[in-house]
């Protein structure tokens, strides 16, 4: 188990798209998305004087619409990305314990003789990745929008403060609404990033009825504790014993709801995207409690990243809507990984308004 943490308290997945062109390299990774709109809602306080932990601030109000990724960065997905941008990973995008810890996702790294290459094992290829800083993440984020890790909305440079180890170095986010947004949005059509922590909060807890300030405490749709996977491997409360598309009663999360068995226990501990396909967030997201801590861009006392989720190795009571919490942006660990958010809605959403393409329709599990 990796040492020395100290978070506060404590097949790749291909979705339905539209591609007008013979797709990049980098095309071949699409990350399916569901929109966030009610732009007039209001925020609500969260932190340890609203029943949770961290610095008490407002969260959630979003005045723009937006999209975000459906399920976690994959394990699968970023096999993809390795293989495109790491023949020599100059940048330290791969973690060896990746592969060797036992709580890693199992992407390989292979010495080629002339530069590396990647793999992952199947069954793990839908599980998210781990082991990746938020760095890590932001580089992964400007692939996704360029092809090119050092294009898009976070600057890569020494100027900017990149690899900071306190978030508050590091100034190179290209802000939302901005005229540089806007011209990034003009080159790409699509641009990506680790979501800021109101875009991350609305789309776990918003319930996504109106422009109101309406939430739940949990990212389940829900006000009480998710279930979980008991120390018998069965799903709590039930004496259903859990594996892999197992169905779901509903309000269910992978965590350590018993201080005993983590997550879903030896060897994956984490689920599949989607697994818990009765359990989404208002705005259908999966598994933005539980599973993995999920980076996002707010920058926390002592100048940590913002995290948010809880992950398969914590209790319930990193769950809720009022925990807030956050760790060194470079640091990456088995609990440790990222969804993506997309500014401005897909082109394709647009073209298929004008009647000029169809979508196929959205998966709940993205397993099959």
């Known amino acids: 188990m990796d040492t020395g943490v100290r978070v506060f308290r404590g097949a790749f997945i291909v979705a339905a798209a539209v591609l007008l062109a013979a797709p990049a390299a980098w095309a071949e990774v699409t990350i399916e998305t569901v929109p966030v709109g009610n732009t007039g809602n209001t925020g609500e306080w969260s932190g340890e004087s609203y029943g949770g932990f961290g610095p008490d601030r407002i969260c959630g109000a979003v005045s723009y619409n937006f999209n975000i990724g459906t399920y976690e960065v994959t394990a699968g997905q970023y096999t993809e990305f390795l293989n495109n941008v790491t023949g020599v990973d100059t940048y330290g995008l791969y973690n060896p314990n990746m592969w060797s810890s036992d709580y890693g996702c199992k992407i390989q790294r ?53 690899g900071a180890s306190h978030a508050g170095d590091y100034t190179g986010i290209t802000p939302r609404g901005s005229a540089a947004m806007d011209a990034l949005v003009g080159t790409y059509g699509k641009v990506y ?26 990212p389940t749709s829900s006000n009480t504790t998710p279930g979980y996977v008991d120390d018998d491997g069965e799903l709590s409360g039930t004496s259903i014993v859990f594996v892999d598309g197992v169905a779901d009663p509903g309000n269910y999360a992978t965590y350590d709801g018993d201080c005993g068995t983590e997550g879903i226990g030896s060897p994956y501990y984490r689920t599949e995207g989607g697994e818990w396909e009765n359990s989404e967030s208002p705005y259908d997201t999966f598994d933005q409690g539980g599973n993995i801590w999920e980076w996002n861009e707010a920058i926390i006392s002592d100048d ?20 807030r919490d956050g760790y060194t942006p470079t640091n990456e660990h088995s609990s440790f990984g990222f969804r993506v958010v997309q500014v401005p809605e897909p082109a394709s959403i647009a073209l298929l308004a004008l009647g000029g393409v169809g979508l196929l329709a959205r998966r709940r599990n993205i397993r099959g």
Request: no cysteine; aromatic share 20%; charged share 15%.
């Open 110 to 162: 292979t010495d080629t003789g002339s530069g590396y290459s990647y793999s992952v094992a199947a069954d793990w290829a839908n599980r998210p990745v781990t082991h990746v800083s938020w760095y890590d993440a932001a580089m992964f984020a400007n692939w996704l929008t360029s092809g090119d890790i050092h294009q898009g909305a976070y600057d890569t440079s020494a100027g900017a403060g990149w």
């Open 193 to 218: 990033l680790i979501p800021t922590e109101d875009e991350w909060y609305k789309a776990a807890y918003h319930k996504n009825d109106g422009d109101t300030g309406n939430y739940f405490d949990y």
């Open 304 to 323: 940590y990243r913002g995290m948010r989720g809880g992950s398969f190795f914590f209790d319930g009571s990193h769950l809720p809507a009022s925990l």
